[in-house]
């Protein structure tokens, strides 16, 4: 079963993209992954295509928020590429998860497509406000009754079957196009629209827990599949702030 992995490594999150793939090791099958790597540094050499087939785009740096409100039409623009290889599944991971255990391609190849549960809504934070876009005019619109008890899912990791993956990604990019053409953003750009996607499109899914994206340093009981580092860590907390401004 062959997998496609998207990555995106735009400005300094190419930093993080060797870690990643290179956590991949004795997870997957060396013959069995494609790596697709969005980058404004297409020639940098990565120590992990010793081992693993990476394949790199360039993408320009658009800067806070278009790298990643505008990932689905990064996505599209490689569409015919995927269409065409002998893929079964396709998936797109974070730059800053590293695969903690193999269990998590167990379980995703026998999904026909997967979100995953953000970890600030379990526990006592599950009663919390869901921070869905909640104006109307958006195509990411949730209705404010799901507000405090919706399934809430993380724009970090998602994927499934081919067919399943495409038909989600024409969505997901229609309705954020649809959206910028009237001047509107989404509340939490490409997740908005994931989550109205899962709560208003997708019928046949499945949502895995957020072990699967557990925060680093976070206390927790549940048996770690894959962990999100702190980009704070990796790059200072001004960089963030001030990518954000």
């Not at 039409?73 to 269409?83: A, E, G, K, P």
């Not at 695969?99 to 391609?105: E, L, Q, R, T």
Request: hydrophobic fraction near 40%.
């Amino acid at each position: 079963m062959k997998t496609c992995i998207l990555l995106i490594g735009i400005g300094r999150y190419i930093e993080l993209i060797d870690e990643l793939i290179e956590s991949n090791f004795g997870k997957i099958n060396f013959n069995k992954v494609e790596f697709i790597l969005f980058t404004d540094n297409i020639d940098i050499k990565l120590k992990s295509e010793e081992f693993f087939c990476v394949t790199k785009y360039y993408w320009a740096d658009l800067g806070w928020p278009m790298n990643t409100l505008l990932r689905y039409r990064m996505f599209s623009s490689v569409i015919d590429y995927l269409h065409d290889k002998n893929f079964e599944i396709i998936l797109f991971m974070n730059a800053n998860l590293r695969m903690v255990s193999g269990n998590f391609y167990n379980v995703v190849n026998k999904l026909p497509f997967f979100f995953v549960r953000h970890p600030g809504y379990e526990g006592i934070r599950r009663y919390k406000l869901r921070n869905f876009e909640y104006r109307k005019a958006s195509m990411a619109h949730i209705d404010y009754s799901k507000a405090f008890s919706g399934d809430y899912v993380q724009g970090t990791l998602w994927g499934g079957k081919k067919k399943n993956f495409i038909l989600a990604l024409r969505w997901l990019n229609e309705s954020t196009e649809a959206d910028l053409k009237n001047n509107m953003i989404a509340k939490v750009h490409d997740e908005s629209y994931l989550n109205a996607y899962l709560h208003g499109v997708c019928r046949d899914f499945s949502i895995l827990d957020s072990s699967y994206t557990w925060p680093e340093g976070w206390a927790t009981n549940k048996k770690i599949n894959i962990i999100s580092i702190n980009k704070n860590i990796v790059f200072g907390d001004n960089f963030i702030n001030n990518l954000k401004k």
